[in-house]
């Protein structure tokens, strides 16, 4: 696998500029990239609400509540440019999206090795689509190692109010470079969103280039607040369509 981290030094000295220095500016043709990737987006959404009615149930004038839904579909493309990377398996990576012809601010976000984002400052949150992409970008998110059928394991997450365990298996293995994986996540939010949902998802990804192929995911959350029940689901669809790692 082609070699593409840069000095420790290097990329410190990037992650401590002030805060206003850290904004990211769109990069140049000048600005070498350590990797350039482009995905393929579809995104189907659907959103429901149900509110308790105000009259009670056995009321034949009654209505037992009021329920509201509403469905959209878009496509378009995620692009992941990886700035700097350290020995430890962090990256740099600039995130961009564009869907049903909007183009969303360019987010600098850290990736760490073990599929973890951390934002710089003064950077928007990626769109639940990216947030679910990147982390297989990250180098022991699955792996560059050789993987055998059968294989799995599972990740717990615990931050703040955010707690999740993420289950992987891969399901078969046809080259070094093309191993599918079955993703499986449950997880809570507590506080002022009081959620839980489920993620479920299978993926075809590359351990020698350590990216995912292409991908489908479907996702569940089911929040309460007070009288309402609100139910967000989506099925999004990744295919990657450029990788400068592709030349080599």
Known sequence: MKAWTLP??????LAALPVSAQTPAPVSSATPLLRHLVFALKLSTNYSSELKGIRDIADPQGA????TQSRDRGEGTITCDVIAARDNGDLLVD???????????V???????????????N???????A???????????????????GENWSVNDNFDNFKATTKFKITAVRAPSDVSVDVEQDFTISGTQNSTGVIRGHANYDPTKIVLKDGSFDTRSRTQQ??????FSSFMEFTLREDSFAKH
């Open 107 to 121: 987010s600098r976000i850290v990736l760490h090795a073990d599929g973890e984002v951390t934002y710089l400052p």
């Open 64 to 67: 037992p509540g009021v329920t």
């Open 8 to 13: 420790t030094l290097a990329f410190l000295a």
């Open 95 to 105: 995130v961009s999206e564009t869907l049903r012809g909007q183009v969303t601010p």
């Open 226 to 231: 007070g009288e309402e029940y609100r139910v």
């Open 123 to 129: 950077q928007k949150p990626l769109a639940p689509e």
């Open 131 to 149: 947030a679910l992409l990147i982390p297989f970008l990250a180098r022991n998110y699955i792996g560059p190692q050789a993987h055998t059928v």
